[in-house]
């Protein structure tokens, strides 16, 4: 009843083509903007800002540069993690390295880092399909791992191996609290969504499709494999990067190479295929269930009053979390974006049933 | 790019790694013993990644998962004998593990295989991850995560042989030569199952067309069953041997990453390629972790693997023995 299109012509090309074309949906969009950068600062607590929040908007943000290249071009890629730790150890150097150096360049520079990797990795894939390419993209997580693990250039050559962030001051301003992290986190990542959205909607995003498709269909219309497969690869590495760059200054401060190890990818993995392959807002809503499933089945045996070890705990944790992954995929194997699309089409006709 | 089509580029590729093996024996500070040691040393671990490698082909070849819990069903099988036998002799144990590992075939194809059926092939790789999770902690809830020794009796001293030809021998770990047996003997035995049982053509019949598999009245759902049957004894066999090498811990899962170059330098759907790519990456591993792992601080034999596989890749992009695809609009 209240979600209805029925009576909003379009009169223009502009009209028809816009980001949301229906209007419930910008005013939804809209006051979801309002309430996430007006009221979630003065409504959530300190702890949900570093445990919950910041971890799932940038792991969202990673999300949605791997679903550009697994759901929209259908590059299955396990080296997301060595991608991200690019980003993080490109940020790293160059914040110690260059220090007068804006912040935000600094994070747009490290995400160009990840792309010239990315490129580098991606360019088997136009002889290698399949699961042979996604085996072979563990070669690039693993190299990756090796290098800043033993290569004392990029750690600046700290005893231990682990390294720490600088202070997150940009224009003179340093963002310390939670609240303020928060804030820069979600400006970026709202800003790169709608450049993800923009791009998969365009001539670029739709040669990405073509290709996931039908590489060989597509290469006969007039689709270069080689520019297609490559600019993916590029883009998300890209946003990788810069998910990698945010989860090393903004989330964690100090960190080691384990951080990003291949359990990362997997992770990611997980979000884009939960999420929903070839969706955005997928990748937000996979993030958010990765994010906040282990917290909550972490304390689940305490809210119950179940008196368990720690030990045993990690391991049903474990359990679940496989058995759950497993039934989603039963259950709904396009996704919860899927799922959303449902509830609308359902919202659409309600309350009459035709 | 023409290049990387040439067929004769993989036979360059072969000499070019085969100069690589013997370049070590070149250099003044390298002995011919040793060099020897090193290459049977990486042929023996190259056995047993083809171990798990060969369950990895057997389900892909049967039901066209790419089954990413090979090694958790590795931890697992070893877990289960190593407790079991602290309650039984091991001949008993091994027959229940194997039950077990029956047991756990079938659940899966009820539970996970039967309602994906027909989804793509990232949707079913993605739930052989769940299933991988589900079977750690499975595992370390029923049988505790302790580090255990597994002991079948296998002869840890190693020996030296051809005392006579070079001057103090050559030293050889007898528990690798069982291995090694060990393997090459259940590699035998697959042959002989897939080739002369009525069973094991019907699995090669599936393997090549499910559809004109089950037109002519094969029982698709219980060839997954027999398969994932057969891919849980191969990982107790895979178990038991790594599992006296290391003991039974939560790191003996991770040679199934060891398996996935080996894997894609054979062929998914290829035998025969899981065996010899194991050797190839067992012996390119050892090799290169000896003889250029100093030039690079060590610690290369984690990716050298992978890398050398996707230089095979490129040239043959199904692997040395995969099936080569035509694609058609």
Redesign the interface.
């Known amino acids: 009843m209240i979600y209805r299109e029925a009576g909003q012509y379009k009169t223009s090309y502009e009209a028809d083509q816009q980001l949301f074309p229906i209007l419930q949906d910008r005013v939804f969009i809209l006051l979801l903007l309002a309430f996430v950068f007006g009221a979630m600062p003065f409504l959530a607590s300190e702890y949900l800002f570093r445990a919950i929040l910041i971890p799932f908007l940038i792991l969202a943000l990673a999300a949605i540069g791997l679903n550009i290249l697994v759901g929209f071009c259908g590059q299955v890629s396990l080296g997301t993690g060595g991608f991200m730790a690019v980003g993080a150890y490109a940020a790293y150097n160059l914040a110690v390295r260059v220090p007068d150096l804006n912040l935000l360049v600094v994070f747009l520079l490290s995400g160009l880092a990840a792309t010239v990797v990315g490129v580098v990795f991606g360019l088997p894939s136009l002889r290698i399909k399949g699961f042979y390419l996604a085996v072979a993209t563990l070669a690039a997580q693993f190299f990756l791992d090796w290098a800043f693990a033993r290569i004392g250039w990029f750690t600046n050559y700290a005893p231990s191996g682990s390294v720490a962030a600088p202070a997150l001051t940009i224009f003179g301003y340093t963002f310390q609290s939670p609240v303020q992290k928060y804030l820069l986190v979600l400006s970026i990542v709202c800003l790169f969504a709608l450049v993800a959205r923009n791009l998969t909607r365009g001539a670029i995003g739709r040669s990405w499709m073509a290709m996931r498709d039908m590489d060989v269909a597509a290469e006969v219309i007039g689709i270069r494999p080689l520019y297609a497969k490559v600019t993916a690869f590029a883009v998300s590495s890209f946003f990788v990067g810069l998910a990698g760059a945010l989860w090393a200054f903004v989330y964690l401060g100090a960190w080691e190479p384990l951080a990003f190890d291949v359990n990362r990818s997997f992770q990611l993995l997980f979000m884009v295929i939960i999420g929903g392959l070839g969706s955005i807002l997928g990748s937000f809503l996979g993030a958010a269930f990765i994010v906040i499933l282990p917290l909550v089945l972490n304390q689940l045996p305490g809210w119950l009053g179940i008196d368990m070890s720690t030990a045993l705990i990690s391991h049903i944790e474990f359990m679940t979390f496989g058995a759950l992954i497993v039934f989603f995929l039963i259950v709904e194997p396009h996704g919860l974006a899927r799922l959303w699309a449902i509830g609308k089409e359902k919202l659409r006709l309600w309350p009459f049933p035709h | 790019m023409n290049l990387?089509q040439k067929k004769w580029m993989t036979w360059v590729l072969f000499a070019l790694l085969a100069m690589g093996a013997v370049a070590p024996l070149f250099s003044a500070d390298t002995r011919l013993p040793g060099w020897i040691e090193v290459v049977l040393g990486g042929l023996m671990s190259g056995v047993l990644y083809s171990l798990v490698a060969l369950g990895l082909v057997l389900i892909f070849k049967a039901s066209g998962v790419?089954n990413f819990a090979q090694g958790a069903m590795v931890l697992f099988a070893a877990l289960s004998l190593v407790r079991l036998m602290e309650m039984m002799p091991f001949a008993v144990a091994f027959l229940a593990t194997v039950a077990i590992m029956i047991a756990l075939a079938w659940l899966i194809e009820r539970?996970?295989l039967r309602?994906?059926v027909n989804?793509?092939?990232?949707?079913l790789?993605?739930?052989t991850?769940?299933?991988?999770?589900?079977?750690?902690?499975?595992g370390?809830?029923i049988w505790g995560?302790d580090v255990y020794t597994l002991d079948v009796g296998m002869p840890k001293e190693p020996k030296i042989i051809l005392e006579s030809v070079f001057e103090g021998g050559i030293l050889v770990g007898m528990e690798d030569v069982i291995a090694a047996v060990l393997s090459a003997a259940l590699v035998a035995l697959l042959a002989l199952f897939f080739q002369k049982t009525g069973t094991g053509r019907a699995l090669r019949a599936v393997a090549d067309d499910h559809q004109a598999a089950q037109s002519i009245g094969i029982p698709l759902n219980r060839i997954w069953v027999i398969v994932w049957s057969v891919a849980g004894i191969v990982a107790l066999v895979a178990g038991i041997i790594w599992g006296s090498k290391l003991g039974v811990q939560f790191s003996l899962q991770l040679v199934a990453?060891k398996a996935?170059?080996v894997?894609?330098l054979g062929g998914?759907t290829s035998i025969p390629g899981a065996i010899i790519g194991g050797l190839i990456i067992g012996l390119g591993e050892k090799l290169s972790e000896v003889y250029l792992g100093p030039y690079?601080?060590?610690?290369?034999e984690?990716?050298f693997a992978?890398?050398l596989?996707?230089v095979f890749?490129?040239f043959r992009?199904?692997?040395l023995f995969g099936e080569r695809h035509i694609?058609?609009?």
């Open positions: 990387f790419f539970l996970v309602p994906l989804q793509e092939g990232i949707v790789f993605m739930a991850l769940g299933i991988a999770y589900f079977l750690d902690g499975l370390q809830t995560s990453l996935l170059p894997v894609i998914f690079f601080g060590g610690g290369i984690n990716w992978y890398v596989a996707l890749l490129l992009p199904e692997g694609d058609r609009v």
